[in-house]
């Protein structure tokens, strides 16, 4: 029991990581258009 525990854990952590990842990098995608529309 407590080795799934963990693994549910670190998919959770890892989800979580991949999340804030996905949020930068849609942060720098805005970033990016608005140079675009500007010029």
């Known amino acids: ?3 799934r525990d963990s ?3 670190l998919i ?3 989800k ?3 999340l804030r ?3 930068q990098l849609a942060k ?3 970033k ?3 140079r675009h ?3």
Do not use: L
């Open 1 to 3: 029991m407590r080795k």
């Open 7 to 9: 693994i549910k854990e």
């Open 12 to 14: 959770q952590k890892n």
């Open 16 to 18: 979580s990581e991949i």
């Open 21 to 23: 990842d996905e949020k």
């Open 28 to 30: 720098i995608e805005v």
């Open 32 to 34: 990016i258009d608005n």
């Open 37 to 39: 529309t500007v010029k």
